[in-house]
């Protein structure tokens, strides 16, 4: 084998092992961004406030935590990005999102959203239209 070929064949070697390094979520200190994850992070962080359930927040003085079971999942969305990125102000859920990365603020939304609710949205003749 030529030393042209050699080289291909360990950067080939080389980048194929960096692609594993990468996609190997264990060497990385950022969590994947799986419904999985979304479930074990509202379980852990979450619902101290907002409930086991998310639908039950624990009752605290002042400004309660809201409802999230089932809330809009875009909602969500951009309320923990607002949060995360300093448009909203909360001393507890400030922190809690500039932790998150973008796809974790969209798989926990998407978790959340999934979750069964007692929020409902009133049929529009109970509007007036």
């Avoid at 070929?5 to 961004?33: E, Y």
């Avoid at 359930?53 to 969305?77: C, F, M, S, T």
Wanted: charged share 10%.
């Amino acid at each position: 084998m030529n030393r042209i070929s050699q080289l291909a064949i360990f950067g080939l070697g080389l980048a194929l092992f960096t692609t594993a390094a990468l996609a190997d979520p264990s060497t990385t200190s950022t969590p994947p961004a799986t419904l999985a994850w979304a479930a074990q992070h509202f379980k852990d962080t979450c619902s101290s406030c907002h409930g086991a359930d998310g639908a039950h927040p624990i009752p605290l003085p002042g400004n309660p935590p809201p409802i999230l079971a089932g809330q809009y999942r875009d909602y969500l969305v951009q309320a923990l990005m607002e949060y995360r990125d300093g448009q909203r102000q909360n001393i507890i859920m400030a922190p809690q999102a500039k932790a998150l990365t973008d796809a974790q603020v969209r798989a926990l939304a998407a978790y959340i959203s999934s979750l069964p609710t007692p929020l409902h949205t009133l049929p529009l003749q109970e509007f007036g239209h």
